[in-house]
């Protein structure tokens, strides 16, 4: 297969959630696996030429907008890879006025950036000798690339048979706009249709509605996302294209997460080598001015600090988790009111909390290495790469049973020796703190825990795996061989 797979962030370029990860591996995988795989993403301020090695391929595309018309022009690049490994080329959409600035989102004008890097995704297939036999694309700020197949490009001879299909990485993110936009996007001919709602332009929508397959990142959100409880109003259109929907697992790098040859762990271990896992815990109590003790179990977090992930659970039991003999490391950006309560946590038990309100890859490495405990109180969880990487690294999830953490913790039963890791379901903090009693338990019974650790540390949560699943859903769903 021919696969032109489109994001808006892809590691190690921008990464500003779990998308990035997934453009960043997926296409790798499927290469790996002996297909012709390329990504495009936009090019943003800090993606210079001279830093990533990249060279011009297309001088200039005139991009519709509005009444007139935007320059881009088109860079090339490699995703990196193993010594060894597949070539994966990426095209970088470059336009100064849209993609060269500071942040990846947030702007009040990011409805036209991802309307142009849609269009200049399709327009410069004209250009380039290489077209896809399949066009994946990701979230709504690709989605707009299924709609322009169907309609303005529905009988071109070069896109009209492109066949398509749309990853849901998170549902609350949709792209609402006013349905006058549609004439910037050169889409106003066509009107409000089925994807949209309340008179509105869903751009989330429309990718759903207008793509030829869909899928979403784990099997029990794509069931999830059926329901009014999580379909973010959209679970109407969710069902009518049930019959085409999939839900496959994410997978994780698992070069680039391994404790065995780990450059940011003080010690690197193995399954087999358990001992030597000690003294990144020492090392990450150090780290952070926790005071050292290897008795203690260190709960760890690397997480945005948002509702989505459970913080006000976090803020709602607090009190009761440090009257535990337990320690609390926290890293992550978000909502300033979840900072500042966490701050002032450690404040007040400085021996027992640390938060560190940024994003340090580095740290987050020592963190999976040197906790024992992995919290993902999750509202939501679409997927989860914390609680697969926590376990690559040998640290015992404790999450909420929804979406992708519900497909890949079970709870522990030391009777039986089944399960992985500890699961509340209610939304609430005591049913939380239940399964950190839970864990706790095991924790100080050293035979049971090895045991636990090493369940985690043998599970395969690799690319391969998730790679083969989306040529099946190609094949199943696209016709593709």
Not at 161 to 181: E, P, S, V
Not at 314 to 321: K, L, Q, R
């Amino acid at each position: 297969m021919k696969i032109l797979f489109l994001a808006a962030e892809v590691s190690p370029f921008v990464k500003v959630g779990g998308l990035a990860d997934v453009a960043g591996s997926l296409p790798l995988a499927l290469a790996a696996l002996g297909h012709d795989v390329r990504v495009a993403m936009p090019r943003y301020d800090h993606i210079t030429p001279e830093r990533y090695g990249l060279k011009q391929v297309i001088e200039r595309i005139d991009v519709p907008i509005g009444g007139g018309a935007t320059g881009v022009s088109v860079f090339e690049g490699q995703l990196p890879s193993q010594e060894g490994g597949p070539q994966v080329p990426i095209y970088f959409i470059q336009n100064q006025h849209h993609f060269e600035r500071q942040k990846t989102y947030g702007y009040e004008d990011d409805a036209d950036r991802f309307m142009v890097f849609c269009r200049a995704s399709l327009m410069m297939l004209y250009l380039l000798d290489w077209k896809p036999d399949l066009i994946h694309s990701n979230d709504w700020h690709t989605a707009l690339v299924n709609n322009y197949l169907k309609t303005i490009y529905r009988y071109d001879p070069i896109l009209g048979n492109i066949r398509t299909a749309f990853t849901i990485h998170n549902l609350a993110y949709q792209g609402i706009f006013d349905k006058g936009w549609l004439r910037q996007a050169g889409l106003e001919p066509y009107g409000i249709v089925w994807g949209d709602r309340d008179g509105a332009v869903n751009v989330m929508g429309r990718g759903i509605a207008y793509a030829d397959a869909v899928s979403t990142v784990s099997p029990t959100y794509a069931s999830e996302i059926l329901t009014s409880t999580y379909g973010e109003n959209l679970e109407w259109l969710l069902n009518y294209r049930w019959g085409h929907l999939w839900g496959i697992l994410n997978g994780i790098d698992y070069t680039l997460f391994n404790p065995a040859t780990d450059p940011h762990i003080s010690s690197n271990y193995d399954v087999t080598s358990l001992e030597k896992r000690a003294a990144n815990k020492l090392d990450l109590q150090q780290r952070v001015k926790l005071p050292p003790n290897s008795k203690l179990p260190i709960i760890g977090m690397v997480s945005r600090l948002v509702d989505q992930k459970g913080l006000d659970l976090i803020t709602t039991a607090a009190e009761w988790i440090l009257q535990k003999e337990v320690q609390l490391v926290i890293l992550g950006t978000g909502e300033q009111r979840y900072i500042d309560f966490l701050r002032w946590l450690s404040q007040r038990y400085p021996e027992k909390v640390v938060i560190l309100p940024t994003f340090d890859a580095e740290m987050a490495q020592k963190i999976y290495a040197g906790s024992d405990f992995f919290l993902m109180p999750s509202r939501f969880e679409p997927c989860g790469l914390g609680q697969l990487i926590a376990m690559r690294y040998g640290t015992i999830p404790i999450a909420r049973h929804t979406g992708g953490l519900a497909d890949t913790v079970q709870e522990y039963n030391p009777v039986t020796g089944t399960g992985n890791g500890f699961l509340f379901g209610p939304y609430d903090a005591l049913h939380m703190l239940g399964a950190l009693d839970r864990a706790i338990t095991i924790y100080h019974q050293p035979e049971e825990w090895k045991k636990l650790v090493q369940i985690n540390m043998r599970q395969d949560y690799s690319w391969e795996a998730s790679a083969r699943q989306y040529l099946d859903f190609y094949r199943q769903e696209l016709g593709l061989v």
